[in-house]
């Protein structure tokens, strides 16, 4: 998410810059206050330095078949203006990274993604591209295209590159492609190897975009659909006919955004909350609208077209959002349900899958767009974090416990090898662990989900809890 204000109670001098060497040689900086609001404080609030770390201890043993990078990007403000109105969504990009190489993890990294702020304090130039708005910043995932890294956010800037290092390079725009905002959640479809996203402007209320990046790395698609109100639309789906976009009751607010709330999205009571089937190559006025209950929704695990003509869409669901709970999505719990769009009879059918609280749903990737079987997501307790595996053929749900006092993110499911089917490779998540204040990059072999993990390996320092990342394998 993009909408910022601050002020400064940081400077450049307590800002640690990077350290170079062993784990135990990492500098630490105190948060500069506990400022009462959940997500600045704890394991949501941010680390004021960017490390860098070698020769990572590891307990069990790292696949040698991984070679890469394990990336994750979330927000991590380095100025607050007002604690109390703080929202999650908000503050300057860390990407964390790990890289796998030889049964090692030769190193972890973690870097400010460079915007303003950032830059400012660091005493650096500006990207190439920095925007001339002040939305620039870009916190919320981090993928690679046509051959980039790339952190990305929704409705604001465009993606940033990124070195294989984590270090900033500049913003980018797909050669000039773009002419807006892009999205958080762009998604690959495996089968042409474009790059698929449903994108929205903050200062555009009336429409969001279909938009396709071409192999070539620049836009070939951007279809404008009509909307009202500023919708907030997070992720979308796909099948191999349509495009799904979700019109939901939480959007942009005058009202909040006149008493100047750093994140003036709510919800809206009475929003009508519809999901447009959008055929892939089709203009606008092909979109089919169906009606659904109102409820919010960020992420879509996946879609595909069933055999009997109709749409399944698995994602978390929620039954509100922003519209008590105006600091992060507190409005819980979240359940994970089928959604069955028919497009002759114009109706929603709902099932839901799993009722244990979750998010972050992710599947085999290989899959997008087509029937899937198994959806990861990251389990929600209070005084524990799982990761879950939920499959959707017999209706059973595995889960990794990580124990007493760790608290797992996103799960990101890696294939162990082109040919493997759906289910045979790793599912690998930060675990933050309370009791030492560090975090740990958790290898789960799919296969044996619930039994102990393939390697767990022992970061010096703590990732916040944030959002979105990738297993970015090393190119041949
Ligand atoms: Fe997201």
Redesign the pocket.
Known sequence: MTTRSATSPITKATIPQRVHGAPDAVRRAPFPADIGNPYLTGPYGPVLEEVTAFDLPVTGEIPVELVGRFVRNGPNPIEVADPANHHWFLGEGMVHGTYLRDGRAEWYRNRFVRSRLVCDRLDEPYPAGTPRSRVDVVN??VQFFSGKTLALVESGPPAMALSHELETLSYEDFQGTLGGAFS??PHLDPLTGEWHAVTYDQGVKNEVRHVVVGTDGKVRRSVAVPVSDGPMV??FAMTQRYVLIFDLPVAWNDTAAANGHPFPYRWSEGRTARVGLLPREGAAREILWIDVPPCYV??MANAFDAADGTVAVDLVEFSSMFRTSLNGPGEGPPVLSRWTLDAKSGTVAKTVLSRRARE?PRIDERLTGRQHRYIYGAGIQTDRGSALCFDTETGVELAHDFGPGRFGSECVFVPKSDAAGEGEGWVMTYVWNAPTNTSDLVIIDAAQFEGPPRAVIHLPVRVPFG??GSWIADEP
């Open positions: 919320t995932h958080a959640h997070h992720d960020f992420h972050f959002f979105h």
